[in-house]
């Protein structure tokens, strides 16, 4: 598709466990971001990518969040020792230029038992 | 600290009739702001902006104003239409970031 496609779209873990939600930006976009969307809340800033490197991480609860996107396509949300209050929608979003239009994707529900 | 907050959790408006969502923020260095809309399983999509250098910008059935003197923004669709029942963010904006910082949304419901 044409849009910006995350996977998994579901994904329930135990706490204490590893997580990966990957991100499929529209082709030739060059900035991506991930944003979190707790229940009943907006989205919260987690991290700006330009290109390869995170251009602003400053969003990122802990040190247990960390995300990659080597190639400045595919971005990878990784999170560590997993807790009950990490539950939330994973938001991702590319734009075509820096302070352009977002394009969100659809989201990774992330549940924690 | 909450620095963009939407007041009404929920919004029920008679279809043809004017939509206002409202918004209001507490960091005097925001200057763009934007509203997005979200339906169900899907991701929000951007749906009107504005400059802190206007006080209005229309685009269709959709304007949103803008009064920095008292932090507000608002969203005014008319007329309202079934297909515009969702939930709606505004969110904003610093020239040198680019991260935005959204409201808890508004959901609106178009009753036929």
């Known amino acids: 598709g044409a849009g910006v496609s995350q996977t998994p779209s579901n994904k329930v873990t135990e706490k204490g466990k590893y997580v990966e939600l990957r991100c499929d930006p529209i082709?030739?976009?060059?900035?991506l971001y991930w944003y979190r969307q707790s229940l009943g809340q907006g989205p919260e800033f987690l991290i700006y990518?330009?290109?390869?490197?995170?251009?602003?991480d400053s969003g990122l609860p802990n040190d247990r969040f960390f995300a990659v996107r080597p190639e400045g396509s595919v971005s990878t949300l990784k999170i560590q020792r997993t807790e009950r209050g990490d539950s939330a929608v994973y938001l991702c979003?590319?734009?075509?230029?820096?302070?352009?239009?977002?394009?969100f994707g659809e989201g990774s529900r992330l549940t924690v038992l | 600290d909450q620095q963009v907050k939407q007041n009404s959790p929920s919004l029920s408006v008679q279809e043809g009739r004017i939509s206002i969502l409202n918004c209001d923020y507490t960091n005097s260095m925001f200057d763009y702001f934007l509203w997005y809309k979200k339906y169900p399983a899907e991701g929000p999509t951007f749906l009107i902006s504005i400059s802190s250098i206007k006080d209005k910008n229309e685009d269709g059935r959709f304007t949103v104003f803008l009064n920095k003197s008292a932090k507000h923004l608002s969203l005014h669709i008319v007329p309202s239409q079934p297909g515009d029942s969702a939930v709606y963010f505004c969110a904003a904006s610093v020239a040198t970031s680019e991260k935005l910082v959204f409201g808890q949304g508004t959901r609106l419901t178009i009753n036929p």
């Open positions: 979003a590319s734009s075509s230029i820096s302070g352009g239009e977002l394009f």
């Open positions: 990518f330009q290109g390869t490197g995170a251009a602003d």
């Open positions: 082709s030739g976009h060059t900035a």
